[in-house]
């Protein structure tokens, strides 16, 4: 092992520790590991030691709860303010208690309506329905504004508050400026919460959003103006001494996320060091700061704001310095590419192919509206506001001139993705110099490759299929032939305006969808649009199928906004519409009166699907009365969409007996509020022998089309 990282044993040891100790990996995997370094460096006590530490570490979880939404009364640190999406307004906290438990997980809490300001409290209660997410993340929906309220307040002394002072005394000026002063308090403040939807998304367009997230940039500038004033007045020593209580005082000022943290303590531990009188290197610094962190919140490891923190640091140092010559800039460049790509294909499904040169472009304006609007909190001189402005039309032109250049894409397997990472760090523990970066661009390029190969094997359906997503509480039906695709409804929840793009928009793309030919919406309900928008924007759809009738409220403005900035052509289905997609065969009917009791069920999109002598029945949310009429034209199909998720007002005898399906599907979630599906329509399906898959339990279904129909769950989709 080489000398300019030393760290780097004990964290991959700790690493090691974490996955074995949480299941990820065997304990053979864990002597394996400890082996090897013991056989390869001296230090082969501190490793295993460090594997131990690991082990210990991840088998601290908190409580839990099952996927169940239960009602609870909530508590949480005010660390943030609301951040309003779209419909919902989100106030995001690092922990929590529910009913007295303590939880050391993130928490999302979702208001409908516009929440009182936050001044100076300390905490947020709320009454409202918790649910566990992915990644042991929570999520709570609160209906009403009685059921929220603050508690107590912090210090005055505390740094939080100098924060939220200043964050007072720009609000001001939010009316007239809320483009500049919302930069202002995610350059300045690290209040990203305030920018809006468009600054956002364009920034992810050109692979440059993290220069928006207050980071190691506005860290290191702040501490070395620091040093170098001290140092330029002779005193060397309270340099340092000053640099440690700026550690100190950052990350409760702008609050502890990864890369205050890995900036914090790579400046601490560097002034640490001039102190002792024993410099180190940057390698050992990013070592550092990485185990620190991990040893006080081992949960990191899985987060994408820690990886790619880390990643995109780690590059600069292991990859791009060894690499660089009179060209520097480019080696950078090339070296976060290759290092921090996989990772936003496996997290977001989004890749911006010169997403670091586009930084490197960018990071000297956004320097500059740091600066500017560091200046405006002193002085309050609007002339600043108007620069800033001005520097943000550039950005966004910049970040316009890469759109071409991004989009959403298949991720990496978890496996091509773990085995990159591991490869990575053993080079930077055994390898040094121009040789290290070379090994840790291969690594890292194995899940990149991962990912295409996914992309490629996946883009041409050779057989006609149909997958039944798991969107959760909600129905989402992809039907491909070939290369073409047709998307029946895109799932949805009240309390998510991302889910488009956080949910629907992975599953597609992980099956290789880059554009739709038809989405044809059964109606309008959240839990059957709230998705498609998204689809709509970022994938583009040759053509909408929607009935006219009953299409209003908040959803379906969303979907015609939509339809209306990608000009995208809309067909109203009256009474029958037929297209041929490849293979597949469209017949789409609607019931021909209006009724008065679940007038928006009744009203959805029945869609027949035929394929190589096969037929399945897509019925949306119809009920009782919707079978009824449509019975009598119904002809019988091997596959059954069970309307409205099982609900025991559909599936009546009439449907089902002119149906006559051998395989039923039910799309629901996981201990839904509603109770879908109904006990009584499992027994009538039972009763007629119909073989019947629910979302719920087996996840994904896919359908593919032979000279039989083949079906096969899959588990690898969120749930």
Known sequence: MRNDAPAALPLIAFVAGLLCGSGVATAAGVAAIAALIWRWTREGSIAIAFVALGMLMAQRGGPHV??????????????????????????RCSRFTANGIAFDAPLAIYARFDPPPIARQARVRVEGFLRQANGGRFTASVKSPRLLSYRGSISGSHPATWNRVAEQ????????????????????????????????????????????VFSGLQIALAAAAIALALRWAGAPRISDWSLIAFAALAPPFIGPTASVSRASVAIAAYAISRVLKRPTSFENLWCVAALIRLIAVPGDLIDPAFQLTYAGAGALIFAGRPLASRMRWISYAMAAEIVITPLTLFHFHQFALGGSIMTLALTPIVLVMLMAGSLFLVTEWTVLLRIIAILNSVCAWLNDLSAPFSGFFAAPRDRALGAGLIAALVAIAFTAGRRRAVAVAIALLIPTTSAIARHVSLRNAVQPQITFLDVGQGDAILLRSGRRSVLVDGGGRSDDPRFGETVLLPLLVDRGVRHVDVIALSHAHPDHCGGLPAVIRQLGAGEVWINPRRFRDECAREMLGAIAATDTPLRLIRSRTAAKIGELRLDATVAQRGYRRAAENNASV????????????????????????????????????????????????????????????????????????????????????????????????????GRTIVLQPEFDTRR
């Open 606 to 705: 029945v869609l027949r699907v035929e394929s190589r002598g096969r037929s399945l029945l897509l019925t949306g949310d119809i009920e009782r009365e919707a079978e009824a009429e449509m019975a009598p034209g119904i002809r019988p199909a091997d596959v059954l969409k069970v309307p409205h998720h099982g609900s025991r007002s559909s599936s009546t005898p009439p449907l089902l007996d002119a149906a006559r399906p051998t395989i039923a599907v039910i799309s629901c979630g996981a201990h839904n509020w509603f109770g879908h599906p109904n006990p009584s329509v499992l027994e009538s399906l039972a009763f007629r022998r119909v073989r019947t898959w629910r979302t719920d339990l087996n996840g994904s279904i896919e359908l593919t089309i």
């Open 169 to 212: 005394r720009l609000r001001r000026y939010a009316p007239a400026y809320p483009d500049e002063i919302a930069m202002i308090d995610a350059l300045v403040l690290g209040r990203g919460e305030r920018l809006g939807d468009e600054t956002r998304q364009n920034f992810r367009r050109g692979g440059t959003y993290h220069l928006l």
């Open 66 to 91: 099952d996927s169940m939404e239960r009602f609870a009364t909530i508590e949480a640190p005010i660390e943030s303010d609301w951040s309003a999406r779209d419909h919902v307004h989100v106030l």
